[in-house]
């Protein structure tokens, strides 16, 4: 049985960085003030500048959740087999690697 | 010579011995009135945190009343840890009868025992300002957030209800943290006390009564909260809001907390009413001296003095904590 807070269920509703790792003053700073979504405050943006910049091309990739991440592999038409479980690094991966890819392409046409 | 055949009456001495020190240390312990102690014999105890639902409704006629709802709070779990240490009389205390040697070593103990015990109470309050876990008055590391995963004194404690927070971090003037003790300081967030919030944004006034501090800022507590008129002030006008309406407890244990940080500097304020659904101790056993069960081979007679305890959080908006740095 664990001691202290439930942090399973603060860091589902977002109220927790991650189990057992509090949100500090800047981040709750971050998240309360600036309203800046807690993928990005997760992700080490605490200033509107450094949300603003991390919203742009595929720099936000990395502040995405791996629901969503999942969902943008789809979209690209990036195939997964079934039954396999990429971790969030590897999805961050496939989607650049494809915007890459298509880069080049549209630069070749 | 003490015997075995005085065995007996060696008990009955370090009891009486055990129960004047253990009466007098007692008398001491400032975290007692400050935590609210209770006894259980659960191992842990699991505690919901609820405050500030937003259930009562105005009912029609036959209409079914609207539920409350537990998931409206937070939870926090707390377990039972022993601590205690082994008090040997040995056959040379015995065999020339030195009893101040014996009774000294009982006396200490059990003494050294509550002393442990309030400073493990005062570095909940003076660790209360960072997530982070601290090393105890033990040796142990022990994590210092509260139900809603911060630490105790937090400008922005979440509910589980909705985005709205509160703090509990003294704040003077406004945008500043952790105000040094002033007369503009306490005047400041005994109002924001009395202006309180809960989380569906319904006043519910908490009332600080008490200001705590360390032996450091005593004097200055008397001045600032004793004075018919504004301490140091030329003008004439009353202090009347501030005297009369605090207690000053001072906690010796706030001075420096374990490791050696000076802590002298800070204060907090709490509502002694209900400071004890913000900071919790539960007894499985209190200190308890026990008389060995059988002599053992070594010729020491060893005494056990032993307890079990744990802290428990609770809402912390009852108590509010500055570290005096600005």
Known sequence: MAIGPDWGNLVASGRAKSLGVSWSEEELHALHEFKIPLEYVRGGCLTIEAYEKATKGDVKNQYMKKDDLLEKVKELGIEISEGAMPSRADLMLMIEEKSRQQKVAVEAA | MI?????????????????ESADNAIAEV?????????????????ERILHGMENIQRVAEGQDFPAVSSVQGDSFTSTQLQYGTRIPVTKRMRLFELYDEINAMVRSNSDAAFHLIDQSYADVLTNGFSASNYTDVYGS??????????????ASHSNPLNSNTFSNLMTYPAGTS????????LVRNIQLGLTYTDPVALNRPIRYDTLCVAPGNFDLAVRLTQTDKIPESTENDTNKFLKGRLNIKVWEKLQTRTGGTDTSAYWFLYDSKKVGESLKSIFAQRPLLHAPEEINANKNWEWTLDYFYSIHRGWPAYIRGSTGAN
Do not use: C, W
């Open chain 2, 3 to 19: 015997a075995s055949t005085d065995f007996a009456s060696l008990k009955i001495y370090l009891d009486e011995v055990y129960n």
């Open chain 2, 30 to 46: 400032v975290g007692m009135e400050v935590f609210k102690i209770m006894d259980k014999q659960r191992e842990t105890h699991i």
């Open chain 2, 141 to 154: 590391s022990v994590a210092a957030t509260g139900p809603d995963g911060l630490a105790l004194f937090t």
């Open chain 2, 178 to 185: 952790n105000p040094a003790l002033s007369r503009e300081s």
